[in-house]
């Protein structure tokens, strides 16, 4: 079962930058917290994940708090097509493939 | 990346019938793991299909009910059997990358039941 929190809904102006949190107080200690989009009518589409430090790439950034119960998943410019449903899992290394989907958030960004 | 191929896209059937769905991935991956998708719903995790071995299923599918087969390391087939319209959802087929950081899916066979 999904054992993260995320708000159903969030909007943000084309260029800014949306900033997605997730609860996920009951994380373990080897469990990474991932971050996956759905636009709609396709399959999720991966962003980014991280343990315990920040992380960063093309498409994002990945903020966790020190004690790891909450993280922001930042788009940094956010655009029409980032239009999506975004979901935070925890998931193990051992068993990234298989994942509980909580309910996610749906960003929509708007011109 | 894994490219990952679904068939049938999309598909309408009659109650009772069965339908196989099938997935092919451009490159070799242990484990290959099925979805479901009902309307307006999230994701959620069917089974984990090993070649070589019997599925592993998720509380609430039985193998009765969604029979799948990994014949090898390339492709997968599942079959929703004894179709009712509650089972009208997308399927998705999904693996785990080669670098062991990511899962690729495929993009979902659409299934109405009438």
């Known amino acids: 079962d999904a054992k993260t929190t995320q708000p159903p809904s969030m909007d943000c102006a084309e260029g800014r930058a949306a900033n997605l949190p997730c609860n996920h107080s009951?994380?373990?200690?080897?469990?990474?917290v991932y971050w996956y989009r759905q636009i709609h009518s396709q399959g999720p589409q991966y962003i980014i994940h991280?343990?315990?430090n920040n992380e960063t790439n093309e498409m994002a950034s990945l903020i966790i708090t020190e004690d790891r119960k909450s993280s922001t998943l930042i788009l940094p410019h956010a655009t029409l097509r980032d239009t999506a449903v975004y979901y935070c899992?925890?998931?193990?290394?051992?068993?990234?493939?298989?994942?509980?989907f909580g309910r996610g958030t749906q960003l929509t960004v708007w011109p | 990346s894994a490219v990952i191929s679904q068939k049938p896209s999309r598909d309408i059937c009659q109650r009772g019938t069965s339908l196989t769905i099938q997935c092919q991935v451009d490159?070799?991956?242990?484990?290959m793991f099925w979805y479901r998708q009902q309307p307006g719903q999230s994701l959620t995790l069917i089974a984990t299909?090993?070649?070589?071995?019997?599925?592993?299923?998720e509380s609430g599918f039985v193998i009765d009910k969604f029979p799948i087969s990994r014949p090898n390391l390339t492709f997968s087939t599942l079959t929703v059997s004894n179709m009712s319209p509650e089972d009208s959802s997308i399927y998705l087929c999904?693996?785990?990358?080669?670098?062991?950081?990511?899962?690729?899916f495929g993009q979902g066979t659409r299934l109405t039941v009438v």
């Open positions: 999904s693996v785990e990358g080669r670098r062991d950081t990511e899962a690729f």
């Open positions: 009951t994380i373990s200690g080897n469990e990474y």
């Open positions: 991280g343990l315990k």
């Open positions: 899992i925890e998931a193990r290394g051992s068993t990234l493939g298989r994942l509980y």
């Open positions: 490159s070799q991956v242990t484990m």
């Open positions: 299909a090993n070649q070589g071995s019997e599925a592993t299923y």
